[in-house]
Structure formats: structure tokens, C-alpha cells
């Protein structure tokens, strides 16, 4: 085992609280069930942890939003118009080695917006209007 791969190991096991063995092409996020926010935190924990240069790193291509996206039912979310790629113990230890984040992602293009979020502002938004009116009709009215 070899240095950056022991301390990565050790970086995972303490930032989750994990301690079963895992391969060098275990799928962390998804083996640890790590999504959204936690995963983000993980990611700039790892990167500011072993000084890992991680401008190339595009997140939609290995974990999904926070949450529930009521908008995904109507407008594909980023994180799935893309092949997922998982981030594997020997991606995190290649980072760790190289000072750089090691995946080279395939030519694709972001949307100008993201509609499932706009979609999701919508209901919210509708959501206060009703509870504004109700409690207007309510005590106003």
C-alpha cells in the first residue's frame, strides 16, 4: 500500500466515520452514500487536506444535488444529463500523488440555466403567495 493511498484511506475514513476495507476501485461516493452537500464538503475537505489543485474538478459528473429536486420531474437536472463517473480510491489517491485533480471529463456543455432550480423557485414562491393569502384572508379579511 502505498503512501498517498494510506492516507487517503485514512482521510475517508475520518471524514465518514467509515472503517470497513474498501478496493482501489470502489466507488467512494456511492459505497459511502455520500450526495449533495456532503459530498461538496468531503471534496473541499480532500482538496484543502493534501493541497490537490481541483479547478478541473466538475462536480454533476459524480453526485447529485442536495435534497429532493421537485423540478426534476419536469426538466432534467444537471447531474444527469452526463455519464456518472464514479470517484474511486485510486482517483483520490492519483489526486493525492499528481497535486491535481487527474479526471479528464468528455467535451460536453452546461445549460445556460438551470430550469429544474427555476422550476423549484416557482413552487416556492407559489407555495408563500398561497400561505400570504391565507393568513391575509385570515386575520385581514
Not at 456532503?38 to 435534497?67: I, K, L, N, P, Q
Not at 432550480?117 to 413552487?123: E, R
Amino acid at each position: 500500500m502505498t503512501e498517498a493511498r494510506t492516507a487517503v484511506l485514512e482521510f475517508i475514513r475520518d471524514f465518514c466515520d467509515w472503517t470497513a476495507p474498501l478496493s482501489d476501485d470502489a466507488d467512494v461516493f456511492g459505497t459511502l452514500g455520500i450526495t449533495g452537500d456532503d459530498a461538496s464538503e468531503f471534496m473541499e475537505a480532500f482538496a484543502a487536506g493534501f493541497g490537490v489543485d481541483a479547478t478541473a474538478f466538475r462536480w454533476y459528473f459524480h453526485y447529485a444535488d442536495e435534497g429532493w429536486n421537485f423540478g426534476a420531474l419536469f426538466y432534467t437536472p444537471i447531474y444527469r444529463r452526463f455519464g456518472h463517473i464514479p470517484i474511486t480510491v485510486a482517483t483520490l489517491t492519483e489526486a493525492v500523488r499528481t497535486q491535481r485533480w487527474p479526471i479528464i471529463y468528455p467535451d460536453h456543455v452546461l445549460p445556460g440555466r438551470r430550469w429544474d432550480i427555476v422550476i423549484n423557485q416557482i413552487f416556492a414562491a407559489a407555495g408563500v403567495l398561497r400561505l400570504v393569502a391565507g393568513l391575509w384572508m385570515t386575520f385581514a379579511g
